[in-house]
């Protein structure tokens, strides 16, 4: 079983800086990607970057030039959030696509981290 466990939310102001982090740990395959989504309230749950083994990186345009993945190793993910809108206000989930056996790959998710940016 595999779980992701989120740190660093909080209450910034609008301009700010935050930093998300996110460790894996148990017992899968192979890791196919590791990234971050968010869901505001009233909203559907969005992609807000990604990073895949290879380290290809993929953002979302809203947070493009502001926000920065990076990986530490094989199972730890960092999202460096910058300058930061009170639109980015969400509850921030980590999500670890993996192979957890040779044929069987699906998603695994973090509880979320909640970031709050006032204006």
């Known amino acids: 079983q595999v779980q992701l466990v989120e740190s660093g939310g909080g209450l910034v102001q609008a301009g700010g800086s935050l930093r998300l982090s996110c460790v894996a740990s148990g017992n899968y395959f192979r890791l196919i990607a590791m990234g971050w989504y968010r869901q505001a309230p009233g909203k559907e749950r969005e992609l807000v970057a990604t990073v895949n083994a290879g380290g290809a990186i993929n953002y979302a345009d809203s947070v493009k030039g502001r926000f920065t993945i990076s990986k530490d190793g094989a199972t730890t993910v960092y999202l460096q959030m910058n300058s930061l809108k009170p639109e980015d206000t969400a509850v921030y989930y980590c999500?670890?696509?993996?192979?957890?056996?040779?044929?069987?790959?699906?998603?695994?998710w973090g509880e979320g981290t909640q970031v709050t940016v006032s204006s």
């Open positions: 999500n670890a696509r993996l192979y957890y056996t040779s044929n069987n790959w699906g998603d695994t």
